[in-house]
Nanobody, 122 residues
Framework: QVQLVESGGTLEQPGGSLRLPCTAS????????MAWYRQSPGKQRELVAR???????NYADSVKGRFTISRDDAKNTVYLQMNSLKLEDTAVYYC????????????????WGQGTLVTVSS
C-alpha cells in the first residue's frame, strides 16, 4: 500500500526545537520530490519546505533560517528540523510526495500523509 506516515508532533515551548520524520512506503522514494505543508485554524494549507530528488530545497519566507528539510533515500524518509519555534508555527504538519515529472512522466499521483499536530505554547 502507498502511504506516508508523519510523527514527532508534540507540545514545545517558544524557542524550542522539534524534528518531524515522514516515512514512505509503496513508492520508489528516490523518484519523488518531497515537501512539508502545514495548516492552522482559519488559514489555507501552505507550503513550508520542499526538497527535490537531487536535493534542491526551497522554504517559505516565514521559516527560512529556522527550519531545514532533508531526505534519506536509504530510509525512505524525509525530515523537517524546526528550530527557534514561534507561537505561529502551531499547525498540523503534512508530508507530501510529488512524483518528479522527468522521472515519472506517466501521471503518477501525489501522496499525502495524515498529518501531525505541532503546538508551540508556554
Amino acid at each position: 500500500q502507498v502511504q506516508l506516515v508523519e510523527s514527532g508532533g508534540t507540545l514545545e515551548q517558544p524557542g524550542g526545537s522539534l524534528r518531524l520524520p515522514c516515512t514512505a512506503s509503496g513508492i520508489v522514494f528516490r523518484l519523488y520530490d518531497m515537501a512539508w505543508y502545514r495548516q492552522s485554524p482559519g488559514k489555507q494549507r501552505e507550503l513550508v519546505a520542499r526538497i527535490t530528488v537531487d536535493n534542491n530545497t526551497n522554504y517559505a519566507d516565514s521559516v527560512k533560517g529556522r527550519f531545514t528539510i532533508s531526505r534519506d533515500d536509504a530510509k525512505n524518509t524525509v525530515y523537517l528540523q524546526m528550530n527557534s519555534l514561534k507561537l505561529e508555527d502551531t499547525a498540523v504538519y503534512y508530508c507530501n510526495a510529488d512524483p518528479n515529472e522527468l522521472l515519472l512522466p506517466y501521471g503518477a499521483l501525489e501522496v499525502w500523509g495524515q498529518g501531525t499536530l505541532v503546538t508551540v505554547s508556554s
